[in-house]
């Protein structure tokens, strides 16, 4: 496809169960990056990707969260035993190489409501 | 850390300019943006400058950049109702991968 692309575009789960969301970026992009986007606040850094490694996983709030990226290409991110309060959008960008001077281009995000 | 902080609402009407403001701390900070995101989509770039400027306009939109206050401001000339979005100030340094987004500033256009 032509842009960045995630699924499942909305998941409804309840409490303590687990959930993978997945990101396919733009072919080619070498950067890939997860962000979380909380009503009222501006977006969360997750993780960074660059190829299949993640230099900088500093922004995963826990160690219910984990991401992985496999061919340099598609990337799940899994949040096990989901609390209330991982509820939020999360947002999948790439870039083509991860410098600063890079656009990120966005998908059109995955809305995660835990009950 | 770097911070970068915008006002949270502007209501505008249409046809008037809109003037969305941003602050920011990190002053090694080499690019700074302006994306856009409409209901239920992802972001989608605007404009972007580099910290060597201090104006850039494209079409409806001016980005005056203010090195020493470490301030970024966006106009929206004719403000129309489908301007009418989140729209986020981040900032990167170069070398680096990182961006830091704002909280975005949602702008409402009243007909």
């Known amino acids: 496809g032509a842009g960045v692309s995630q699924s499942p575009s909305n998941k409804v789960t309840e409490k303590g169960k687990d959930v993978e969301l997945r990101c396919d970026p733009i072919?080619?992009?070498?950067?890939l990056y997860w962000y979380r986007q909380s009503l009222g606040q501006g977006l969360e850094f997750l993780i960074y990707?660059?190829?299949?490694?993640?230099?900088?996983k500093s922004g995963l709030p826990s160690d219910r969260f984990s991401a992985e990226r496999t061919g340099g290409s598609v990337s799940t991110l899994t949040i096990q035993r989901t609390q209330q309060e991982d509820s939020a959008v999360y947002l999948c960008?790439?870039?083509?190489?991860?410098?600063?001077?890079?656009?990120?281009?966005f998908g059109p995000g995955t809305r995660l409501t835990v009950l | 850390g770097e911070d970068v902080e915008q006002s949270l609402f502007l209501s505008v009407r249409e046809g008037d300019s809109s003037v969305i403001n941003c602050t920011y701390t990190?002053?090694?900070?080499?690019?700074l943006y302006w994306y856009k995101q409409e209901p239920g989509a992802g972001l989608q770039l605007l404009t972007y400058i580099f910290s060597n400027m201090d104006m850039k306009q494209d079409q409806r939109l001016t980005v005056l950049l203010n090195k020493k206050d470490k301030h970024l401001s966006l106009r929206i000339a004719d403000t129309q109702t489908g301007d009418s979005a989140i729209y986020f100030c981040?900032?990167?340094?170069?070398?680096?991968?990182?961006?830091?987004f704002g909280t975005g500033t949602r702008l409402k256009v009243l007909a």
């Open positions: 072919s080619g992009h070498t950067a």
């Open positions: 960008a790439s870039s083509f190489n991860g410098g600063g001077a890079d656009e990120q281009f």
């Open positions: 990190d002053s090694s900070s080499t690019y």
């Open positions: 990707f660059q190829g299949n490694s993640a230099p900088d």
């Open positions: 981040a900032v990167s340094t170069s070398g680096t991968y990182k961006y830091i």
